[in-house]
C-alpha cells in the first residue's frame, strides 16, 4: 500500500489540513493517510497545546465517515519531543512492505535542515511537498547536498488552493466566542463548543 503519513499540532485540525491531505490522497494515489498529531513538537516547546487526547479526538471527528483516513497516536503517548525521524522508523517497522510518503507544506521543506535527521526522513519516506494557491512550487536543487540526489529525485510537489485558514486564529476566535463555522468541520465546532476547548 501506499500510504501517507500527516504530522502536525492539530490544535485545532481544520479544513485546511483535510484539504491537503485529499489532495495529496488524490494526486498521489495514495490508499491511506495517517494523521499524527504531535506530541512534543521541538519547534514549539514554549508555546502551551492543548492535551494531545483532545487534540485526537478532533482529529477524529474531523475525519468520521472517511474510510482512507486515519488517526495514530503514539506521539501524544510518547514522552520527550516528539522527532518524525523516530515516528517514522517505527512507522517503517509496523508498515514494512507498504511504501510510506510523508505530507509536507512548502513552508516545512524551507526549514528542513533544521529538522532531526532530514536525510534519513527522505529515505524513510518520500516526500510531498505542497504548495498552498498561487505560488511557484519550491526549487528541490538545492537540497541534493542535505538529502541525497535519490531522495530528491522522489519528491513529488502537488498544488492545492490557497485556504488562509489559521489554527491561532481559530484559537483566538474560540476564546472570543465567535463562530467558528466554515473554518473547522461542524463535528469539531461542536466539540470546541462544548467542552470549552480554548476557553
Keep these: 500500500m501506499r500510504i501517507g503519513i500527516y504530522g502536525g499540532t492539530f490544535d485545532p485540525v481544520h479544513l485546511g489540513h483535510l484539504l491537503l491531505a485529499e489532495t495529496c490522497r488524490e494526486q498521489c494515489q495514495l490508499d491511506r493517510v495517517i494523521f499524527i498529531p504531535a506530541g512534543v513538537p521541538p519547534h514549539k516547546q514554549g508555546r502551551e497545546l492543548t492535551a494531545g487526547p483532545l487534540r485526537a479526538e478532533m482529529l477524529e471527528f474531523a475525519i468520521a465517515g472517511h474510510a482512507e483516513f486515519s488517526v495514530d497516536r503514539s506521539e501524544i503517548k510518547r514522552s520527550g519531543p516528539s522527532y518524525t525521524v523516530e515516528t517514522l522508523r517505527s512507522l517503517h517497522q509496523e508498515y514494512l512492505h507498504d511504501e510510506l510518503f510523508f505530507l509536507m507544506g512548502a513552508d516545512s521543506l524551507a526549514e528542513f535542515s533544521l529538522w532531526k535527521e532530514p536525510r534519513e526522513i ?39 488552493p490557497g485556504i488562509d485558514i489559521s489554527a491561532s486564529e481559530i484559537r483566538r476566535r474560540a476564546h472570543a466566542g465567535l463562530s467558528l463555522r466554515y473554518l473547522v468541520p461542524r463535528a469539531v465546532e461542536r466539540f470546541i463548543i462544548e467542552h470549552k476547548v480554548y476557553g
Design 122 to 160: 527522505a529515505e524513510l519516506a518520500s516526500l510531498i511537498v505542497v504548495n498552498r494557491g498561487t505560488q511557484p512550487p519550491p526549487d528541490l536543487e538545492p537540497f541534493v547536498p542535505l538529502l541525497g540526489a535519490d531522495s530528491v529525485a522522489r519528491i513529488q510537489r502537488v498544488t492545492m
